[in-house]
């Protein structure tokens, strides 16, 4: 039996009780080909996938409609109940909403569910639930992600990955949308009409496939997954510590050119001259239901946009005042009422930032900012944040080598590495071109929407969640360090600090889970080492802003854009460190 193929192998025990009947359709069967696919198809369909990775996606669009021809279009009045009619009619993951004509956003059926559980939580009438506009919650066409006619398939699986969208539409140079393309419609591509469908596609990949038995269970998480899995019910605690450096030739009316300009005194360590600012709050409020009280930190970064010095108005204003409202609303929102002991629930990233920002345009405030609020949420262990131009965060993280897939991440082999700590998220930047982030900002008037100009508003942030666990550290920092230091090298550095603080050894995670499980946390430890991580990634970052040598991600970015640039750039840089743990700073019990 050991020298059979595959096929004879797995076909003996059937034949062995199979009657008369069943032989005849095993044989039947066998004549179709097997379900199990060999080594050499393996290689024809790899080779098949390449191929199809080169092919213009306006063929997928082409053959899409040759197929089946539906209008992916719902006006901005129609409701949600008649914009669900319509994605479930159409098999539709998304559609473009118009006005008088116009295309004016995007709605997907991640919306019309996003929307309908928003309602649902809040206890709202199902009736008013169903009778919500398509234009309250579409996506503005402002933040509307879309891929050329000329594109590849390839390129728009990668687009779509990366930012976690379902379908994309396709814009002609002359600004029509000529459709929606789904991941479904490129897997789908490619396939012929008997492929689909017919007794010898549904026998070779579909009828051993279909039905699970009675007694199906779900598997138990991986091994090493469950010590963090143990932890989920107990809640986590974010050591913080943050480190501040200017722009390193920044004096009294400005920056100088260069260290000869700015002669040859000590290079500028005081924050005050920083157009940078950010902000740490720890508040206390209820949860969505109104029903628990929880302990939240809020941190923000924001970039203060130096070219405003030209026009005779000091950056730094703008994004200070932005930094400080944010905290504000946020004192102010913790704190109870006169006549009402109740508290504001937990308030969204985005919503702070909408708000900070009304307030800033309200004081009349001139200037810009790029900026990027968090919100780590120790209960639920989720750190929500928003983002909107080039400032941003990190999560590193100890992830197992043997966990399939991990590897394909590193550049170095598993034997060249003394640790599992890597990069686990890189939050998404937003840039009209290289150099030109994203920006929040007032000239002292409303712009007119025809008007082009850098300017965004709060709900054009990039915001998502992600699911924090105990050791991983986080970092938030404007654009000053991640200019300058390569997101590995940035890891690197993390751990070297680990294992300088105690809390991995010889790079075993094994032994941090015992001591875990020990109940101890060394987050006293934590707490106090916080600020000197920070510290030490504000410092690299001016070190090699001011390296000629060595191109910073900054330069080999712009000559990727076409624009010759060789070493750092120097800037204004923040650090915000943070460090999840067990504990919180006050137990003592551990130590």
Same mark, same amino acid.
Request: with cysteine.
């Given at each position: +039996? ?51 990775? $080169? ?116 814009? &002609? ?96 360590? $005081? ?64 704190? %109870? ?64 080598? $043997? ?15 003394? &640790? ?56 938030? #920092? ?39 499980? +020990?109940? /101890? ?12 991580? #920070?510290?030490?990634? #504000? ?8 390296? /000629? ?19 750092? +750039? ?14 919180? %700073? ?6």
């Amino acid at each position: +039996m050991l020298g059979m193929s595959r096929k004879q192998y797995l076909c003996i025990p059937i034949r062995l009780f199979a009657s008369c009947g069943d032989e005849k359709r095993i044989k039947k069967r066998e004549s179709l080909g097997s379900p199990f696919i060999g080594r050499e198809d393996h290689k024809r369909e790899e080779q098949k996938r390449r191929r199809l990775s $080169d092919v213009p996606i306006s063929d997928v669009l082409e053959a899409k409609h040759s197929f089946r021809w539906v209008d992916p279009v719902i006006d901005r009045d129609s409701t949600l109940r008649e914009a669900i009619t319509v994605s479930i009619e159409g098999g539709l993951s998304g559609m473009m909403v118009v006005y008088d004509k116009k295309v004016v956003g995007l709605a997907t059926s991640r919306d019309l569910l996003r929307t309908t559980a928003a309602g649902l939580r809040d206890n709202d009438n199902p009736r008013d639930i169903m009778e919500r506009k398509i234009g309250d919650f579409m996506t503005p066409i402002s933040q509307v992600i879309y891929a050329r006619p000329e594109e590849t398939i390839g390129m728009c699986r990668t687009i779509m990955a990366k930012l976690g969208i379902k379908c994309i539409p396709i814009l &002609s140079r002359e600004g029509r949308v000529e459709g929606l393309i789904t991941a479904r419609d490129m897997s789908d591509y490619g396939l012929e009409a008997e492929e689909r469908g017919g007794k010898k596609s549904y026998l070779q990949h579909v009828s051993e496939r279909v039905g699970l038995s009675s007694n199906t269970s779900m598997a138990e998480p991986p091994a090493y997954l469950q010590a963090h899995l143990a932890l989920e019910q107990s809640p986590l605690y974010c050591n913080v510590g943050v480190a501040e450096l200017p722009h390193p030739f920044k004096i009294e009316y400005g920056i100088a050119a260069n260290r000869k300009d700015f002669g040859a005194g000590e290079l500028n360590i $005081d924050p005050e001259w920083s157009e940078d600012a950010y902000f740490v709050t720890a508040v206390n409020m209820k949860d969505e239901k109104n029903e628990r009280e929880r302990d939240v930190i809020y941190l923000g970064v924001a970039d203060g946009v130096g070219s405003w010095r030209e026009y005779g108005v000091d950056p730094r204003i703008f994004s200070h005042s932005l930094m400080e409202e944010c905290s504000n609303i946020l004192q102010e929102a913790s704190a %109870p009422k006169q006549g009402c002991e109740k508290f504001r629930r937990v308030i969204a990233p985005a919503e702070i930032l909408a708000q900070a920002y009304e307030r800033v345009k309200a004081e009349n405030i001139i200037g810009s900012t790029t900026a990027c609020i968090a919100l780590f949420d120790q209960i639920r262990h989720q750190l929500h944040f928003s983002n909107l131009g080039d400032s941003g965060l990190i999560v590193l993280r100890h992830i197992d080598s $043997d966990i399939a897939g991990s590897l394909k991440r590193d550049k170095k082999p598993r034997t060249e590495r003394t &640790s599992d700590l890597r990069v686990a998220f890189v939050s998404q930047q937003q840039l009209h071109s290289f150099n030109h982030p994203y920006q929040l900002g007032w000239t002292g008037k409303e712009t007119g929407e025809d008007e082009t100009d850098s300017f965004r508003i709060a709900a054009d942030a990039c915001t998502t969640s992600i699911h924090i666990r105990r050791g991983d550290i986080i970092i938030l #920092a404007t654009d000053g360090l991640f200019d300058n230091v390569d997101v590995d090298d940035i890891c690197q550095m993390a751990l070297e600090w680990e294992q300088e603080c105690g809390f991995i050894r010889s790079g075993d995670i094994v032994s941090r889970e015992k001591r875990w499980a +020990m109940g /101890n946390s060394l987050t006293c430890i934590s707490a106090d080492k916080m600020p000197d991580l #920070a510290q030490r990634l #504000a410092t690299r970052a001016r070190e090699n802003s001011l390296d /000629n040598q060595v191109d910073s991600p900054f330069a080999i970015l712009a000559k990727e854009n076409d624009i010759m640039w060789s070493g750092g +750039m120097p800037d204004d840089c923040t650090v915000i460190a943070m460090h999840v743990v067990g504990r919180p %700073p006050s137990d003592n019990v551990e130590q």
